[in-house]
């Protein structure tokens, strides 16, 4: 697919470009260059491997970028540069073998990072970005650096699910201020004692939850299916324990 191969389509005017299913294997520099005021792209399965430097260089205006299914085995600082306004990345179903923080240091509107099932095997290191989500499942992290989640301060949707990590600490997220939906998989991970003293909801297989305790910082998923109606059940849990604890107070008045 070249610029010129856009002929007779109104550039201007264009907001979604579907290129799945192609047989692009890189993405050349300026390649979208006509196609300016595009907000969302998707070129799944297209067995792309490389991105150029100035790949993406015109698409200042995308929000949400999607090269699941290629064969994508690395990036750099320089790969995503010119997305300053993408809010969704989609990384799933690749080759990559690390998460680089470098490379989305000019993202300050990206929240959703997906980097599930590709085949991350080195340590997690300082995340330094503003993500609301972030999907690493399905991988073979063996490590979590300390402060891999320092600086995520707006991070309320994690998942670790499947992968190799030898400890998951409390101390992993100590700095997180909200209110986090913590998915992991008990198989491959191994999970401190000190973080299931952590009062936390446990959500378990079958979709139901079972309440350990009552919390204002973790929701921990322990499953190996994907959990398709948290919210709705988490919601109902949550205003259950809240009834629950003025109901305690009310009664500790009266005595």
Not at 67 to 76: E, G
Not at 148 to 159: G, I, P
């Amino acid at each position: 697919m070249k610029s010129q191969n856009l002929k007779g389509i109104p550039l201007l005017q264009l907001r979604h470009f579907h290129l799945q299913h192609n047989k692009l294997t890189s993405i050349p520099d300026h390649m979208f260059a006509p196609l300016v005021p595009l907000k969302l792209l998707y070129l799944d399965n297209t067995r792309i491997s490389s991105i150029h430097q100035y790949g993406f260089a015109s698409l200042a205006k995308l929000v949400t970028l999607s090269l699941q299914y290629n064969k994508i085995c690395c990036m750099s600082s320089d790969t995503f540069a010119t997305l300053t306004n993408v809010q969704h990345l989609y990384l799933q179903h690749n080759e990559l073998t690390t998460v680089c923080g470098c490379a989305f240091a000019s993202q300050a509107q990206l929240h959703t990072l997906s980097h599930d099932r590709n085949n991350i095997s080195a340590k997690l290191t300082n995340l330094t970005f503003f993500l609301k989500i972030i999907n690493l499942s399905n991988n073979g992290i063996p490590h979590i650096c300390a402060h891999a989640f320092t600086t995520l301060k707006t991070l309320v949707d994690l998942h670790l699910d499947h992968n190799k990590i030898r400890l998951i600490d409390s101390k992993h997220f100590r700095s997180l201020t909200n209110q986090i939906k913590l998915s992991l998989s008990p198989k491959g991970n191994q999970v401190s004692r000190s973080l299931l003293s952590t009062p936390v909801y446990t959500h378990v297989c079958n979709c139901t939850f079972a309440c350990q305790a009552w919390s204002t910082k973790f929701a921990l998923v322990f499953c190996p299916f994907k959990a398709r109606h948290w919210s709705e059940y988490y919601v109902q849990i949550l205003v259950q324990r809240v009834h629950q604890c003025q109901m305690f107070i009310q009664m500790s008045h009266a005595l």
